[in-house]
């Protein structure tokens, strides 16, 4: 079968099911900005229908979508230049996940590890939606023919799972549709760790507020996060390998590095030798003016909500000129009957 030529297209989204944080930042939306620069069409998304495979309180859910939307036009993202909207004003989405629930095995989401973290001890009371997510994620980049998705290292195994569902539906159906999409992942900070923990991630459901830097954090909350961060009793080192076996240390050098655009190495040759007493003060501001412009513009895009939504029903419209001949060629194939 010759190789079909796939439009180079990014497709990316994230969850409104929090506060958008430093890890969300630096693991995505900075590149999902850097891409937008590049030879790509690019599609970023606010997964609304993935939200709500927890429990999400209807208003919080709504103010939330917006947050993100606006935290992505803060950051970068042009409206004009990307297709931005939210996932449920798309419907081809939701539609295209249904066959691909009929692709995947059970036995292959059995071993995602986050259905695993999320539902916990109780997984008998998880949601059907939790279980079947990393379908409807294959969705969203599929439903698009996306060849590159950016995203933080902890999404590594549902781009896997993306790939053997593209792969198995054109074997089964004796096809070359799908694109077997490349993984994005990279950048500075990859998976940026609490800040109260090193071993486990930043994210917006740890319980504990000063485990994360987020968007909407003021400058003095920044600051008062990173004095209080986590940290070992020895100084800085001068080269990387001496960060190994300190990761609330490698933590703060990797979150300095990809704030500052040096590499680790560079970083530590300005910063090795020095007691954390020094280096924290020294990131806290380098935090502040990377951030908060970020939270000054998100400020100025939320005071006009009717805006933000205009925005995201724009970017739906385009977003189903993709959508809806990829779904409809997809009825074709698995043989739908239809006009
Ligand atoms: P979500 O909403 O949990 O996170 C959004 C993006 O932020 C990255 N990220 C991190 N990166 C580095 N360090 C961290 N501590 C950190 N925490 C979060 C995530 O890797 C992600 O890139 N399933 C996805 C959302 C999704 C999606 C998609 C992504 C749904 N459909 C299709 C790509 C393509 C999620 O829950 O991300």
Redesign the pocket.
């Known amino acids: 079968m010759t190789q079909t030529q796939f439009t180079p297209r990014v497709?990316?989204?994230?969850?409104p099911s929090g506060n958008l944080h430093l890890?969300?930042y630096?693991?995505?939306l900075k590149r999902f900005v850097d891409m937008q620069e590049e030879d790509f069409e690019t599609v970023y998304c606010i997964?609304d229908l993935?939200a709500i495979t927890v429990w999400q309180d209807p208003e919080q859910l709504r103010q939330k979508t917006r947050e993100v939307c606006a935290g992505f036009i803060a950051s970068g993202l042009d409206p004009a230049k990307s297709i931005l909207f939210n996932q449920s004003q798309v419907p081809e989405h939701a539609q295209l996940a249904w066959i691909f629930n009929c692709v995947a095995r059970i036995g292959w989401m059995q071993r995602m590890t986050q259905f695993k973290d999320k539902a916990g001890k109780n997984a008998e009371n998880a949601s059907l939606g939790l279980f079947a997510y990393p379908s409807l994620?294959a969705s969203?980049?599929l439903v698009y023919h996306a060849t590159h998705?950016p995203?933080?290292?902890?999404?590594k195994q549902?781009l896997e799972l993306t790939r053997d569902i593209a792969a198995k539906f054109n074997h089964d159906y004796g096809v070359d549709f799908f694109p077997i999409t490349e993984p994005v992942i990279g950048g500075a900070?990859?998976?940026?760790?609490s800040l109260r923990d090193g071993s486990k991630?930043?994210?917006s459901s740890d319980a504990s507020d000063m485990s994360r830097i987020n968007l909407n954090d003021d400058a003095d909350a920044i600051a008062k996060k990173i004095r209080k961060a986590k940290t070992d009793p020895e100084a800085l080192p001068s080269e990387a390998a001496g960060l190994e076996d300190r990761p609330e240390a490698r933590n703060l050098v990797r979150i300095y590095s990809a704030l500052s655009g040096l590499d680790v190495d560079g970083v530590l040759a300005e910063v090795g030798g020095k007691q954390f007493g020094a280096f924290k003060p020294m990131l806290a501001d380098l935090a502040v003016e990377k951030l908060s412009p970020i939270t000054t513009e998100m400020d100025r895009l939320l005071a006009d909500p009717a805006e933000i939504d205009r925005i995201m029903s724009d970017g739906a419209k385009r977003a189903r000129e993709i959508t809806a001949p990829i779904l409809r060629r997809t009825y074709e194939i698995v043989g739908m009957v239809g006009a």
């Open positions: 497709f990316s989204g994230i969850q890890g969300n630096l693991g995505a997964v993935h994620m969203d980049i998705v995203v933080g290292e902890d999404q549902h900070a990859p998976r940026v760790m991630k930043m994210s």
